[in-house]
């Protein structure tokens, strides 16, 4: 804080003349008898004064230049302190948003809202995270200007980034095709590259602060993943693979309410292998066990990915069809009824086949009851193992539907 301002300068040197002024006889006298002891002793008294005040005066002026240079300094500090501050908050937000995401869409809303400000400026509203996903590379977080070639563009760097292990190799980000590359690892997985376009090398402040950004992501996306595992080990049937009752109960619910907001169809089959109990005889349990992880393999190879594939009970399997009409859910349980009469199964030195009988059933307009559905399923099912068995009936009350 400046305690002189510039009047008060001004009215310091009024004083000071005014003092040379009121004591001009003095100073005069004593310039006088300088002179005579000058004369006197042969010495040269106000060159000297005149060389001490020039140094005098040169010493406060680098005191000066030296106390505004530390005070530069000190200023420098505090602003980057308080810069590390900033950032420090930044990334600590981030990670308790993070910490609260456990699927990748969460996490996907807290990229957007958070990385912008801890990738900075310039470029840091062009981040972007790309992430891998079974094999395969995808986008995380892009811009909304980003069009597909800019996806491509981007996939392409991200899978370069990771090509003979670069990134893993070292911590340090690598610059590809004018984007600054930072690596997400977690737990010694790859799990993405966060991307920043950047024409010009940048600090090494910001390339800790993206590095802690790139750290903190992979941690929570491999969260996500473990975490997911578990509820998806929790949800299935260990021998078939496929979810067990209770969730596909849940499952069921939420298709139900959807497809009558929606007005689209969602189908039911419902099967159950012929015989079964035979084959536990004749062979043992330990024969029943591979049929049934036989017909949940066979399942995941001939439905699609969004069909819910449920071990109901026993050996009586659901299997739910989103936006399917009754007539396509009869050709998909005609077509799972002969992949399964086809699937031989080896035991021991003989082979064992089976069969299945099917019972096909469509949700009614605006139907959200799941017991109703499945009791219709149900009631077709026994038909088809009263009429022959190895076959497909659709449930009476929804033929038309």
Known sequence: MNLVDRQDKMLLGGLAVALIVIFAAPIRYLLDLARDVERSYGLALLPALIILTAVLLFHLQAKRQEATAHAAVAEAEAL???????????????????????DVEAIRDVVR???????????????????YNEGHVQMLVGTARDGSDAQRAREHIAGRAFAGDRLQASSNPIVLDGHVCVPMTAGGHALGVLGLPSAERISDERQRTLAATATLLAISLRNSQLFLGLRDTSLRDSLTGCFNRTHALEVIDVELRRARRSQNPVSLIMFDIDHFKDVNDRHGHLCGDAVLALVGAKMREVLRGSDLKCRYGGEEFLVLLPETPLEGAKRVADTLRRELSDMPVPWKDEVVSITASFGVTVALPAEINSEAVIGRADVALYRAKDQGRNCVRLSLDTVGA
Do not use: T
């Open 80 to 102: 980057e302190a308080e810069a590390r501050a900033k950032e420090m908050d930044r990334l600590i937000l981030f990670g308790q948003a993070l910490s609260r995401s456990l």
């Open 113 to 131: 809202q958070h990385l912008p400000k801890l990738a900075g400026s310039p470029g840091g509203e062009n981040a972007w995270v790309m992430i």
